[in-house]
C-alpha cells in the first residue's frame, strides 16, 4: 500500500506565494514521474506540473514562468513552488505518483486526497 500526503495549501493573496509538498509512502520500490494537478470547481482536473526521476519537467501553459516542479528522490517527496499566484490558480491541488512496489512490481498510479489552494484579496 502506498499513500500519498499533500501539505503546504491554505489562503494567500494574489502575488503571494505557497510551497505544496507531496510525500509518498509504503512499500516503495521505485517512483517514476510524480506531477500535480489542479480542479477549479465546475472544472476537469489539469495537469499543473510533472517531473521525470531523471528531473526533466514539464508545466501547464499558465503557470510557466511562475511555478516550479521538483523532487528529493532519498526522501520520496515533491513539491510545488508556487508564485505570483493568481485568484485563477484557486482549485483543489492534486498529487499523483507512478510508483512500483513490492505487492505490485509494475508502474501504477496513485493519487494524494489533495490540498486546497485559495487565491483572495
Known amino acids: 500500500q502506498v499513500q500519498l500526503v499533500e501539505s503546504g495549501g491554505g489562503l494567500v493573496q494574489p502575488g503571494g506565494s505557497l510551497r505544496l509538498s507531496c510525500a509518498a509512502s509504503g512499500s516503495i520500490v521505485s517512483i517514476n514521474a510524480m506531477g500535480w494537478y489542479r480542479q477549479a470547481p465546475g472544472k476537469q482536473r489539469e495537469l499543473v506540473a510533472a517531473i521525470t526521476s531523471a528531473g526533466s519537467t514539464n508545466y501547464a501553459d499558465s503557470v510557466k514562468g511562475r511555478f516550479t516542479i521538483s523532487r528529493d528522490n532519498a526522501k520520496n517527496t515533491a513539491y510545488l513552488q508556487m508564485n505570483s499566484l493568481k485568484p485563477g490558480d484557486t482549485a483543489v491541488y492534486y498529487c499523483?505518483?507512478?510508483?512500483?512496489?513490492?505487492?505490485?512490481?509494475?508502474?501504477?498510479?496513485?493519487w494524494g486526497q489533495g490540498t486546497q489552494v485559495t487565491v483572495s484579496s
Open positions: 499523483n505518483a507512478v510508483v512500483v512496489t513490492t505487492v505490485r512490481p509494475y508502474p501504477y498510479v496513485v
